[in-house]
């Protein structure tokens, strides 16, 4: 199986997504199928399907947490050392140089990207054509409306 790269923190978010999922998540639907199957028949019953569909989601959903988990690699973005490189985990400032815009973000694991907070999947179109480069460098991003152009501001790991 392949590693899987995450953040300190997305770690840590998916640990907490999982800990949940198991002590709250999972005893409550155990305890709304007791009720919906106390209810008599379960043919008919929407409470009782509707509680068994959660509780697979619920299971399915611990298993993949348990699997993404096991093939993390883990990494602390404040302890690279990639001599002003952008690699996973950096923090990049980009201009654009159409409009001069200026924007940061960080490249993270898939499972971590949230581009509303300015983090963006390793796996991303602008992320693949950052790694690597370094400040002053310029990125050509293939984006949807057309190419665009961004140059690499400043490169931290924070």
Do not use: C, W
């Amino acid at each position: 199986m392949a590693t899987i790269p995450l953040t300190r923190r997305g770690a840590e978010k998916l640990k907490e997504e999982l800990q949940r999922l198991k002590s709250v998540d999972r005893h409550a639907v155990i305890q709304a199928i007791a009720e919906a199957r106390a209810q008599g028949d379960l043919s008919e019953n929407a409470e009782y399907e509707a509680a068994k569909d959660k509780q697979g989601f619920i299971e399915g959903r611990i298993l993949e947490l348990e699997g993404k988990l096991a093939a993390a690699q883990v990494i602390d973005p404040a302890a690279l050392d990639a001599d002003g490189r952008v690699v996973f985990g950096a923090t990049v400032d980009l201009e654009e140089e159409a409009s001069g815009s200026q924007v940061t973000y960080q490249i993270v694991g898939d499972d971590e990207a949230d581009l509303k907070q300015g983090l963006i999947s390793i796996s991303s179109p602008i992320a693949r054509a950052l790694i690597g480069k370094t400040e002053g460098d310029v990125a050509d991003v293939q984006a949807p409306g057309g190419v665009k152009s961004y140059e690499i501001v400043s490169v931290r790991y924070i």
